[in-house]
């Protein structure tokens, strides 16, 4: 994964993102953070506790409140890019994902 911080402040964080073909993030949560994901380029499926997956494509958006716990996964077979908008205080707590035990 490529991550390159455009903003970081205290209160916001806007970073862009690559993922590999293939890639997934941890599942994880964070205890402060509302997290926006803007697809860029690619297909990218987002799983959370509130969606089991949500396929995103350019233009596409989800958000993750505080507590819920939330992957990413480049879907296909070329990298993924999206914009990462996190507000307020900075934690990753990487987590076991729903009914599926340690990632």
């Known amino acids: 994964m490529q991550r390159e911080d455009l903003i970081d402040t205290d209160s916001v964080k806007v970073s862009s993102i690559e993922m590999a073909p293939g890639e997934q993030s941890p599942w994880h949560y964070h205890?402060?953070?509302?997290?926006?994901?803007?697809?860029?380029?690619?297909?990218?499926?987002?799983?959370?506790?509130?969606?089991?997956?949500?396929?995103?494509?350019?233009?596409?958006?989800?958000?993750?409140?505080?507590?819920?716990?939330?992957?990413?996964?480049?879907?296909?077979?070329?990298?993924?890019?999206y914009l990462l908008v996190q507000r307020g205080r900075h934690d990753f707590i990487q987590c076991e994902s729903p009914g599926q035990g340690n990632v």
């Open 31 to 81: 205890t402060y953070i509302r997290e926006s994901v803007f697809c860029l380029r690619g297909r990218l499926l987002a799983a959370s506790d509130a969606e089991h997956g949500m396929v995103l494509t350019p233009g596409d958006r989800v958000d993750f409140s505080p507590g819920e716990r939330h992957a990413l996964h480049n879907m296909q077979a070329e990298p993924s890019a």
